[in-house]
């Protein structure tokens, strides 16, 4: 039971800090440097490990099919079956598993050693409100920067798709592209993991900047706080992949 209460505890607490945090989200709109700036910091510095694993998967996912296909003798649907892997699934899944290792917890262990070095209570002194200048900025920025990362990730990955398929594989080019272009439905299938990546994105920011803002201020707590980012947010990713899965194609 008393583990039952800490958790609707922190839950009660994590959503009054999502409500205070949104409604401080149009004033960034006028000081929106605030906001550009974090997101080179999670956006930019997360860059290069998405595109090398994007590739990397796109590469291995391409190796695999293409194994799988030619028992059946429909290797010319490599392209369409990458493409889908991606758009759908992978793209937005490990994008967002990759976005929370690097870019999640490096926002939770940045505000929690301001929590730990009275940066925030030096804020609220000079009647600064932390939420609007510190946690709105880095969780709007998450925000935004993972749908975009997810849309590079799954872009990179049909590249390494296409190098494998066809220039390892020797899978025509043209059947590769034609199936994609034929078969690949932009509401059904693009439109379904941009709005992943988009609630994704939602939550892995959300659970972030509140790790940081509620953990201990301590160089313990900090970095239990930081370990709890990474796990939190990688099971809420998948449990509401499954639930938008069900939902979207039901």
């Excluded at 099919?65 to 793209?91: I, K, N, P, Q, S």
């Excluded at 510190?134 to 990730?153: D, N, Q, S, V």
């Excluded at 201020?217 to 499954?242: W, Y």
Aim: proline letters at 2%; hydrophobic letters at 55%.
């Amino acid at each position: 039971m008393k583990t039952l209460s800490r958790i609707l505890t922190r839950l009660g607490r994590g959503t009054i800090f999502l409500a205070r945090t949104l409604a401080a989200i149009p004033q960034l709109f006028v000081r929106f440097g605030l906001v550009t700036k974090q997101l080179h910091s999670v956006g930019v510095h997360t860059l290069i490990i998405i595109i090398v694993a994007g590739l990397f998967v796109g590469m291995v996912l391409a190796l695999q099919l293409h194994y799988t296909l030619t028992t059946f003798g429909a290797e010319d649907t490599l392209g369409l079956l990458v493409d889908l892997a991606l758009v759908r699934e992978l793209g937005p899944v490990v994008a967002a598993l990759l976005f929370a290792g690097r870019a999640g917890s490096a926002l939770t262990a940045e505000i929690g050693l301001m929590k730990a070095t009275e940066q925030l209570s030096g804020l609220e002194m000079m009647a600064v409100d932390p939420i609007e200048r510190i946690i709105a900025p880095r969780f709007f920025a998450g925000f935004l920067a993972l749908p975009l990362l997810a849309a590079i990730f799954s872009a990179v990955g049909i590249l390494g798709g296409y190098m494998v398929g066809v220039d390892l594989l020797g899978v025509d080019a043209g059947a590769f592209w034609s199936q994609i272009q034929d078969k690949v439905d932009f509401y059904d299938d693009v439109l379904n993991g941009i709005i992943k990546s988009i609630v994704f994105g939602f939550i892995v920011s959300w659970i972030a900047v509140f790790e940081g803002y509620d953990c201990v201020p301590t160089s313990e707590g900090v970095a239990r706080a930081t370990t709890r980012t990474v796990v939190n947010s990688s099971l809420a990713v998948l449990g509401m992949d499954f639930v938008l899965t069900a939902i979207m194609f039901n």
